[in-house]
């Protein structure tokens, strides 16, 4: 991932500044997409996508809910077995799946000359990857199968349905990838490598980040004990946020 991400020299004045700028930037983008995930719950709830395929207090057919059950299972069998050691069939009715869809920051591993073997863990303030609130988040399914906690299958099998639900959600409701371009959020699905592939929804804010050069982030991490290492937000990032409103009635002159 880091490929993708920009470089820029900083000297430590202007780290420290812009730490302290991109950490009330990303506490602002956390709270707003949380709200707009609570006024979107009602149209994302998983009874509506999956019907009688998932047990809830109210279990009644959906139109396409058989079509929308059947790439669950498929892209669930995908990935079931490495590395989760899970059963490849899914019973129908699923246990009752949450309706709150939680946002968790964006991670990947960054490795360099003089980390060793031991990657630096790289967060990102203007992406998250989306799933259905469950007891097994993303670390903790994350820490079952690294083996740092024992594996609870029960967790394990909920958290992938978990994750695997906005992706299923996105494709069979195509026209919710423009609402969220409409609300300034980029829609697409990532493989998590370190989770055999898992998919997931990753959300972008419209902001661009950069990263420092690696021997600055060796310095940071070593000082700090800590292999880990935030994205910066570049103050004039703001300026250059796209416009999709204005962008589409711009076209319509042409």
């Not at 993303?138 to 609870?152: D, T, Y």
């Not at 909920?158 to 990838?177: E, F, R, S």
Request: aromatic share 8%; proline share 9%; with cysteine.
């Amino acid at each position: 991932m880091a490929e993708d991400i920009s470089r820029k020299n900083l000297d430590n004045q202007e780290f420290f500044k812009l730490r302290q700028v991109t950490e009330k930037i990303a506490n602002f983008l956390n709270k707003r997409l949380t709200w707009h995930l609570d006024i979107l719950k009602p149209l994302l709830t998983p009874r509506k996508l999956l019907g009688a395929y998932v047990k809830s207090a109210v279990m009644e057919d959906v139109p396409g809910s058989d079509k929308a059950f059947a790439e669950l299972q498929e892209r669930y069998a995908a990935v079931c077995e490495k590395p989760f050691t899970l059963p490849r069939k899914l019973q129908s009715p699923l246990p009752p799946i949450s309706t709150q869809l939680d946002a968790t920051p964006f991670q990947y591993p960054l490795y360099f000359a003089g980390s060793g073997n031991k990657p630096v863990s790289i967060t990102s303030p203007t992406r998250w990857i989306l799933a259905y609130q469950s007891d097994c988040p993303l670390n903790r399914l994350k820490a079952m199968v690294s083996g740092m906690e024992p594996r609870q299958p029960d967790d394990m099998r909920q958290a992938v349905i978990n994750h695997l639900l906005p992706v299923v959600y996105m494709k069979q409701l195509p026209d919710l990838k423009p609402l969220f371009e409409d609300l300034r959020y980029q829609v697409e699905t990532k493989e998590l490598g370190d989770l055999g592939g898992l998919p997931v929804v990753v959300v972008n804010a419209p902001l661009e980040t950069f990263l420092p050069p690696d021997d600055f982030i060796f310095q940071i991490t070593q000082l700090s004990g800590i292999a880990a290492f935030q994205e910066i937000i570049d103050s004039e990032a703001i300026e250059k946020i796209p416009d999709n409103l204005k962008g589409a009635l711009r076209n319509l002159l042409r």
